[in-house]
């Protein structure tokens, strides 16, 4: 009889033990769904960011607002302040209303001249010989004119040249692939070529010359430079006003 009481007695106990166990993962799971289920403050983008943008520019133009939501849901890289994106670029596009995370930035050196254009701005390689592209006097960051010259026909049907600067303070963002240094470095009438920032109504007058005229690279004072009056020239204009006036 006293070894039945004790298995029964056994057997209650653990009986209890697995209640007591079972009742503290329910209590523990209960309270992770709560914490998962908790409110927290995120920031969400106010409207879409295209790819490219700076932080700086998000953070200027109020970019991000705060939303809240499940603490679940946020996602990987979710920053809590602006200013985590002061010093990087969008990689990629964040829609309206999307959370925004680390993830989709980048800092501006990984985005190359992606971070140096923005709107209608376009990057465009140029090629050309060397004296044209001011071969070992040019180099990155410097601002530069570019003249065109090309054939018109006159009163009498005939081929009249003519020339005029067609492009002024284009920025020069890199020189080309594969030199060390960020100057054009090769001389003589060898090719080269160099990247420009234009805007895309920019590119097309510098497709145009390329394909129906010539054109030579000017290059800008670094400080405080002054543009003349638009003006042309042919043939007439060069043997009336002679030199011009003093600058």
Same mark, same amino acid.
Request: hydrophobic content about 40%; cysteine-free.
């Given at each position: 009889?006293?070894?039945?009481?004790?298995?029964?007695?056994?057997?209650?106990?653990?009986?209890?033990?697995?209640?007591?166990?079972?009742?503290?993962?329910?209590?523990?799971?209960?309270?992770?769904?709560? $914490?998962?289920?908790?409110?927290? =403050?995120?920031?969400?983008?106010?409207?879409?960011?295209?790819?490219?943008?700076?932080?700086?520019?998000?953070?200027?133009?109020?970019?991000?607002?705060?939303?809240?939501?499940?603490?679940?849901?946020?996602?990987?890289?979710?920053?809590?302040?602006?200013?985590?994106?002061?010093?990087?670029?969008?990689? $990629?596009?964040?829609?309206?209303?999307?959370?925004?995370?680390?993830?989709?930035?980048?800092?501006?050196?990984?985005?190359?001249?992606?971070?140096?254009?923005?709107?209608? $701005?376009?990057?465009?390689?140029?090629?050309? *010989?060397?004296?044209?592209?001011?071969?070992? =006097?040019?180099?990155?960051?410097?601002?530069?004119?570019?003249?065109?010259? +090309?054939?018109?026909?006159?009163?009498?049907?005939?081929?009249?040249?003519?020339?005029?600067?067609?492009?002024?303070?284009?920025?020069?963002?890199?020189?080309?692939?594969? =030199?060390?240094?960020?100057?054009?470095?090769?001389?003589?009438?060898?090719?080269?070529?160099?990247?420009?920032?234009?805007?895309?109504?920019?590119?097309?007058?510098?497709? +145009?010359?390329?394909?129906?005229?010539?054109?030579?690279?000017?290059?800008?004072?670094?400080?405080? *430079?002054?543009? *003349? *009056?638009? =003006?042309?020239?042919?043939?007439?204009?060069?043997?009336?006003?002679?030199?011009?006036?003093?600058?």
């Amino acid at each position: 009889m006293n070894y039945r009481v004790k298995n029964i007695g056994i057997a209650v106990g653990l009986a209890a033990l697995a209640a007591i166990l079972t009742s503290v993962y329910v209590i523990n799971y209960k309270r992770h769904v709560q $914490q998962g289920e908790g409110k927290v =403050t995120v920031l969400v983008a106010a409207k879409d960011i295209p790819a490219g943008t700076s932080g700086a520019d998000i953070i200027d133009q109020k970019l991000l607002k705060e939303q809240t939501v499940p603490r679940k849901a946020i996602v990987a890289g979710a920053i809590s302040t602006p200013d985590q994106l002061a010093q990087y670029v969008a990689t $990629q596009d964040v829609y309206e209303g999307e959370q925004v995370s680390t993830r989709r930035f980048a800092p501006p050196r990984e985005q190359g001249i992606r971070s140096q254009i923005k709107g209608t $701005q376009r990057a465009y390689e140029l090629g050309g *010989s060397a004296h044209q592209l001011l071969a070992g =006097t040019l180099k990155s960051g410097d601002h530069i004119d570019v003249v065109g010259t +090309w054939t018109i026909k006159n009163a009498q049907d005939e081929d009249a040249p003519v020339s005029r600067v067609i492009l002024r303070d284009i920025l020069v963002m890199r020189a080309p692939e594969g =030199t060390s240094t960020t100057r054009v470095t090769s001389a003589g009438d060898a090719p080269e070529s160099v990247q420009l920032r234009l805007t895309d109504a920019q590119s097309q007058k510098l497709i +145009w010359i390329q394909e129906h005229g010539d054109f030579f690279i000017t290059l800008r004072p670094p400080n405080n *430079s002054l543009d *003349s *009056s638009n =003006t042309f020239q042919d043939a007439r204009l060069m043997l009336f006003d002679g030199p011009g006036r003093r600058p």
